[in-house]
C-alpha cells in the first residue's frame, strides 16, 4: 500500500472501510474547502447551520459507506462565490434561492445520469482536457492557499513546515499536528472565541423541510443565476475529473460518470429539501483526504459523523468554532491539496500540441473551469485540424 505523501500513483485499498488514525487525519484533509463555504452560507447568506452541516454529514457518511474510497463530499463552489458575493451586493439571493439551486442541480444531473446522457458527453472530451482540468485545479487549490497563507506568513511557515516533515508519519499525523496548532494559534489571537464557544453550550435540533419557504422569483434566481452557471464546472471537475481521478488511484473500485451524475443529482434533491446547499464529489477533495493519509471511505464517514454531531447538538456554535482555524492554516491544508492533485495527476501528451492543450487548459482552469472546459475543447478541436503549429 503507498504512503501518504506526495504523489500517488496507484492505492491497494482494504475490501473494508478503515477508521485509525491516518484516516482519522485524513478526514479533515478537505476543510480548506469545506470551512470557508459553510462559513459563507451560514455567516452572509445568514443560512440555518443544522440544514447545512446535516445534509453535508448524511451524504458524507453514505457516499463514504458506499463508495469505500475517500469519495468526497464538496460544497459546490460557483454557486457557494455567486451567492455570497450577490448577498452582499444585491440581497436577491436568500436561503431559498440556494435551495432551489440545489433542487434544479440535483435535477439536471440526475435525470443527465439516468438517461445516460452525461456518458455521452464525457466521451466527447478528449484526455488532454482532462488532464488540464486536474492540473489547474490542483495548480489554482495552490494558488488560493497561497492567497490564504499571506493573512499570516508566519503562522503560515510554521504549520506548513511541520506538516511537510510529518507527512507519511502514522505515529503522529501531519494533519493532527497542523489543526492542534491552527486551533491554538486561533485561541491565543483572539481568547473570546473560546468564551463564546463555552457560553453557546449545547441544543438539540431537528431537520425542518425547506422546500416550502421557495417563491417563483427565488426560484429563478436559484436556476438562472446559481444553478446554470454552474454546469460546465461540474461537469469538469466533479463528474469527469473526479471519475478520472477515482479511476486512476482505486482501479478496483471503478466509478462511471452515469453513477457520479446519478450521486450528485440524489445529493442536491435531498440538500434542498433539508435547508442545505448545492453539493458536488470535486476532484480536489479525494486530493485533500488522500494527501492527509486516508486510503479508504472511512476518513469520509468519520468527517460525516462529526458535522452530524455538530449539526444535531452545537449548530448554534459552529460560527464560532470555524472562526478558531486561522486562514493561513486553511491556506496550508489547500496548498497541498492542490500539490496532491496536480502532482499526481496523469503524465503530459508525448506531442507537442497535446502539451500546449493541456497547459491552456490548465490556465484557464485555473481562473474558472467552466471556461477552461470549453476552451480545452476547442483548443482539442483546433490541434486535431492541423490549426495549431507550436
Known amino acids: 500500500m503507498s504512503e501518504p505523501g506526495l504523489p500517488i500513483s496507484t492505492i491497494a485499498t482494504p475490501l473494508r472501510n478503515r477508521y485509525d488514525r491516518m484516516e482519522w487525519a485524513g478526514a479533515f484533509g478537505d476543510l480548506g474547502t469545506l470551512i470557508p463555504f459553510v462559513a459563507a452560507y451560514i455567516g452572509v ?18 457516499c463514504g459507506l458506499y463508495y469505500k474510497t475517500p469519495f468526497p463530499v464538496q460544497p459546490m463552489k460557483a454557486i457557494g462565490a455567486v451567492a455570497a458575493l450577490q448577498a452582499v451586493q444585491t440581497a436577491v439571493v436568500t436561503p431559498a434561492a440556494v435551495y432551489s439551486a440545489a433542487l434544479v442541480t440535483g435535477a439536471v444531473w440526475l435525470l443527465l445520469g439516468l438517461t445516460g446522457l452525461v456518458s455521452r458527453v464525457a466521451r466527447l472530451v478528449p484526455p488532454t482536457v482532462v488532464i488540464g482540468i486536474v492540473f489547474g485545479l ?4 495552490m494558488l488560493q492557499g497561497v492567497t490564504m497563507m499571506q493573512s499570516d506568513w508566519l503562522i503560515a511557515l510554521i504549520g506548513g513546515s511541520a506538516t511537510l516533515l510529518l507527512m507519511g508519519n502514522k505515529k503522529f499525523p501531519a494533519m493532527f499536528v497542523l489543526l492542534a496548532f491552527g486551533i491554538t494559534v486561533g485561541i491565543v489571537q483572539n481568547p473570546a472565541l473560546l468564551t463564546a464557544l463555552k457560553q453557546s453550550g449545547a ?3 431537528t431537520p425542518t423541510f425547506a422546500l416550502t419557504d421557495i417563491s417563483w422569483s427565488q426560484f429563478f434566481v436559484g436556476a438562472v443565476l ?9 461537469l469538469g471537475n466533479a463528474v469527469i475529473a473526479i471519475k478520472e481521478e477515482n479511476n486512476r488511484l482505486f482501479p478496483h473500485r471503478p466509478v462511471t460518470e452515469g453513477g457520479v451524475s446519478i450521486s450528485t443529482g440524489i445529493m442536491n434533491l435531498f440538500s434542498a429539501s433539508v435547508c442545505g446547499v448545492p453539493m458536488c464529489h470535486g476532484a480536489g477533495g479525494m486530493a485533500g483526504h488522500i494527501a492527509f493519509g486516508a486510503r479508504t471511505g472511512g476518513a469520509v464517514v468519520i468527517l460525516g459523523c462529526l458535522l452530524l454531531v455538530l449539526a444535531f447538538f ?20 489547500l496548498f497541498l491539496t492542490g500539490a496532491q492533485l496536480a502532482l499526481g495527476s496523469s503524465a503530459f501528451p508525448a506531442e507537442r500540441s497535446g502539451r500546449v492543450v493541456v497547459l491552456l487548459t490548465a490556465a484557464f482552469c485555473m481562473w474558472n473551469v467552466g471556461v477552461g472546459f470549453v476552451v480545452g475543447i476547442a483548443l482539442h478541436h483546433l490541434q486535431q485540424r492541423g490549426r495549431m503549429q507550436m
Open 226 to 234: 446559481l444553478a446554470l452557471p454552474q454546469i460546465p464546472l461540474t
Open 45 to 62: 447568506l445568514k443560512m440555518d447551520p443544522f440544514g447545512v452541516l446535516f445534509a453535508f454529514g448524511v451524504c458524507m457518511l453514505v
Open 314 to 333: 452545537f449548530s448554534d456554535s459552529v460560527e464560532v468554532l470555524f472562526q478558531l482555524f486561522p486562514t493561513a492554516v486553511l491556506g496550508v491544508i
Open 138 to 141: 490542483g495548480f489554482g487549490f
Open 203 to 205: 441544543a438539540f435540533h
